[in-house]
């Protein structure tokens, strides 16, 4: 057992035997109904089972891997691809994509990846997102001015939760937040991959058009925003169109989703834990260690990066074939009693810490320094705005999207 009571993970003897046979194909760990994730499975799987196999909510069977190490390495590893949005799941009406599938960053790779990343360094940088801190605060101001305006109580996921990281994606790169209702059914259609094959041709297609449409607005109309540069760069010959189209779309499919629920379940949990909600209000010199410590406890990233092999792959005396997904449970690594002590306590103060969440190696998400300033400021606001802040209905009470892998409450009535 660890100090903290949870069992020591990696006490199987998994990867002593040689090539074994295949596991069951199991259900996707989604935890208990009205909870943010599978803790317990994920206890359970890294240290009886460190490489399973799950069927997707989709229907499709992967790999489901727990253990920080192998998380860590698979993240990095270069005989695992990302397939595209419109590739994954594979369903049995699957042919070759016509045109141009739903290309985003994360599927780049090579010295295209590479020049986008380099055309992007800058605008991600941390010295300018500390540059925009005023702005993103009068983003979660103006939020919080509606919904102190509009009485007790209100709900933080649709008013606060929900809108905060998109309008500030939106204010960053150049996308109309006007435009949300045309986009955002889209986006999450992709997303959630919930679409038939026909359905996802026509929302890629709409998608892209979309983009598209958007360069040549900034052509007409240039703005101080990252869209406006990169439409720039590609007259100068730097980038071309294919890559400023691949951009926006990863803007669409990583830019705002995941900070959302980070939020939500960040909220939540400073809600029903009413010790470190005053903790982290009477001393906010924690808050970026708060902020980390937040990140690498709630269980959001429960199997969301998806890889495929591009060759065998042996771990743990299993063969992982050629063209099977992979998924590295990034929120089961973060939860590794071997490299963070006392892993199932939330402990604001924690340091070091080392989480897995914001991936690894050349795909590590672009948007590390805006999610962190995003959740800082977020929380930073609501403290400062509401001190007495608490939930306004039992937690028992609260929806979930409970098929999902990702969860975070729908609603999160509160009162002050
Ligand atoms: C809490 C919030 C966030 C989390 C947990 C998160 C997590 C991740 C992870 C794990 C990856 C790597 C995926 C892989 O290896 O395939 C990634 C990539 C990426 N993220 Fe984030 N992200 C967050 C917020 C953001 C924001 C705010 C933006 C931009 C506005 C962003 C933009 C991207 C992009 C463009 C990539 C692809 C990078 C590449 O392939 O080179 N993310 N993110």
Same mark, same amino acid.
């Given at each position: 057992m660890t100090a903290s009571g949870t069992p020591s993970d990696? =006490?199987? $003897? =998994?990867?002593?035997? =040689?090539?074994? !046979?295949r596991p069951p194909v199991v259900d996707f760990p989604l935890g208990p109904p009205g909870t943010m994730g599978p803790i317990e499975e994920y206890r359970r799987l890294r240290r009886e089972c460190p490489v399973a196999r799950v069927r997707t909510p989709m229907g499709a069977a992967a790999w489901y891997v727990t253990r920080y190490t192998d998380v860590r390495a698979l993240l990095a590893d270069a005989r695992l691809v990302r397939p595209t949005i419109n590739a994954w799941p594979i369903r049995p009406e699957d042919v070759p994509e016509p045109g141009p599938g739903l290309t985003t960053m994360m599927e780049l790779d090579g010295p295209r990846h590479a020049a986008l990343r380099r055309a992007l360094a800058d605008e991600f940088a941390i010295h300018t997102v500390e540059g925009r801190l005023a702005r993103v605060r009068a983003l979660a101001e103006g939020l919080l001015d509606d919904i102190e305006a509009g009485g007790? /109580?209100?709900? %933080? =996921? /649709?008013?606060?939760a929900e809108p905060f990281p998109l309008l500030v994606m939106c204010d960053l790169v150049g996308? /109309?937040? !006007?435009d949300r209702d045309y986009f955002l059914p889209m986006a999450d259609a992709a997303l959630g991959a919930l679409v038939t094959l026909d359905e996802g041709r026509e929302v890629t297609h709409m998608l892209r058009s979309y983009i598209a449409e958007l360069i040549a607005r900034k052509r007409r109309r240039p703005g101080d925003d990252v869209l406006t540069r990169l439409v720039r760069r590609c007259d100068q010959g730097e980038l071309d169109r294919e890559e400023v189209i691949c951009f926006g779309l990863s803007m669409l499919m990583a830019g705002y989703r995941t900070c959302t629920m980070f939020l939500a379940d960040a909220i939540l949990v400073l809600l029903t834990r009413p010790g470190q909600f005053a903790r982290l209000r009477d001393d906010r010199g924690i808050m970026p260690r708060a902020v980390e410590e937040l990140l690498r406890y %709630? $269980?959001?990233?429960?199997?969301?990066v998806v890889l495929q092999a591009a060759r065998d792959i042996d771990l743990h005396g299993h063969t992982i074939h050629a063209g099977e997904a992979v998924l590295p449970v990034l929120a089961a690594a973060n939860r590794d009693g071997s490299v963070f002590p006392g892993a199932d306590r939330l402990d604001l103060r924690r340091d070091p810490n080392p989480h897995l969440t914001f991936g690894q190696g050349a795909h590590y998400c672009i948007g590390v320094h805006l999610a962190r300033a995003e959740l800082a400021v977020a929380l930073d606001c609501l403290l400062d705005r509401f001190p007495g802040l608490r939930l306004a209905v039992d937690e028992s009470e609260l929806p979930w999207e409970d098929e999902s892998p990702a969860k975070s409450p729908l609603a999160i009535p509160v009162e002050w």
């Open positions: 990696h =006490a199987s $003897p =998994a990867g002593r035997t =040689a090539d074994r !046979e007790r /109580p209100a709900d %933080l =996921a /649709p008013d606060f996308i /109309p937040y !006007e %709630l $269980p959001v990233m429960n199997g969301v």
